[in-house]
């Protein structure tokens, strides 16, 4: 089916240990998101990406970095885990930036012990 | 700054009634409002927005959400529930074109009883 794929689906780390997060999307979508989703907290934006080539920050960027490898793709990668980094993660894309976030892949969830 | 509220955790409501789901918010401009929906174990799924026009929007498996200027707000709406609607639901709101960012409310949790 056509959407937004993101793996792994589960993945436990240590604190300290790094990882790189995989979206990929398949709709040609040019803007692509990172949300985390914590229990109270609803969605927020870690990073995005409005089309190839570009990235910003969104409200909670620290100790996260993305790398928007071709149109299709958006990874997110934790360089140095901290347990404050348990979290649900989620990929989604859009049209266009001017376009809310449309497709959402299932999540990643992430335990850092 | 903008901001949206979700005040109730969780609605109850028997299956065959009609269910609201409230949302207030706030924006220095013209608010983008949007109404998102999450099964367990899944990534968000759009229902609905609006952007200007006509206060009431219909989106997917027949809801609708009424936009209110004086009050703020922008209720969730089904006139008969369904068991299959249990889930979370999240209002967000943009601040026009000032701001690609989203931002979502705390999310309510739908459980509607057979």
């Known amino acids: 089916n056509a959407g937004v794929t993101q793996t792994p689906k589960f993945q436990v780390l240590k604190t300290g240990q790094s990882m790189t997060l995989q979206c990929a999307q398949d709709?040609?979508?040019?803007?692509m998101y990172w949300y985390r989703q914590d229990p109270g907290m609803g969605l927020r934006l870690i990073y995005y990406s409005a089309s190839e080539g570009t990235t910003d920050k969104g409200e909670v960027p620290n100790g996260y970095n993305v790398s928007r490898l071709n149109k299709r793709e958006f990874s997110l990668r934790l360089e140095s885990a901290a347990p404050s980094q348990t979290s649900v993660y989620f990929c989604?894309?859009?049209?266009?930036?001017?376009?809310?976030?449309?497709?959402f892949g299932d999540g990643t969830r992430l335990s850092i012990l | 700054a903008q901001s949206v509220a979700q005040p109730e955790d969780q609605v109850n409501v028997a299956e065959g009634n009609p269910l609201t789901v409230k949302c207030t918010y706030s924006?220095?401009?013209?608010?983008?409002l949007f109404w998102y929906v999450q099964y367990p174990n899944r990534g968000l799924q759009f229902l609905l927005k609006y952007i200007t026009g006509d206060n009431l929007v219909k989106g997917s498996y027949g809801f609708e959400a009424e936009f209110n200027k004086s009050q703020t707000s922008f209720h969730l709406k089904k006139p008969s529930a369904l068991v299959s609607d249990s889930a979370l639901y999240f209002c967000a709101v943009r601040d026009g074109g000032a701001t690609n960012k989203l931002i979502f409310g705390t999310g309510t949790l739908l459980a509607v009883q057979p």
């Open positions: 924006v220095s401009g013209n608010p983008y």
């Open positions: 989604a894309s859009s049209e266009h930036r001017a376009i809310q976030p449309q497709h």
């Open positions: 709709m040609n979508h040019n803007s």
